[in-house]
């Protein structure tokens, strides 16, 4: 299984110049039930998913 490479996705990357354009909008729905996110995120120390769930409103997996 190839490793998650969601720090790096340009999706999210989309996401983070434009969160109101199509390519962003896809990717925060995305997240809610993305298996590779879920993973990645589960993995990051507290500090790195406080940091994140702030910036993209993200509430689930805390």
């Known amino acids: 299984m190839p490793e ?3 720090a790096n996705c ?9 969160p109101k354009s ?3 909008r ?5 997240i809610n039930f993305c298996p ?6 589960t993995s990051l120390p507290q500090e790195n998913k406080v940091e ?3 910036k993209y409103n993200f509430k689930k997996y805390q």
Do not use: E, P, V
């Not at 340009?10 to 434009?18: E, F, M």
């Not at 896809?26 to 995305?30: D, G, I, K, N």
């Not at 590779?36 to 995120?41: D, L, Q, S």
């Open 4 to 6: 998650n490479n969601c």
């Open 10 to 18: 340009s999706l999210r990357a989309k996401y983070d110049n434009n």
């Open 22 to 24: 199509f390519a962003g």
């Open 26 to 30: 896809f990717w925060r729905w995305h």
């Open 36 to 41: 590779g996110w879920k993973k990645y995120f």
């Open 52 to 54: 994140i769930a702030a």
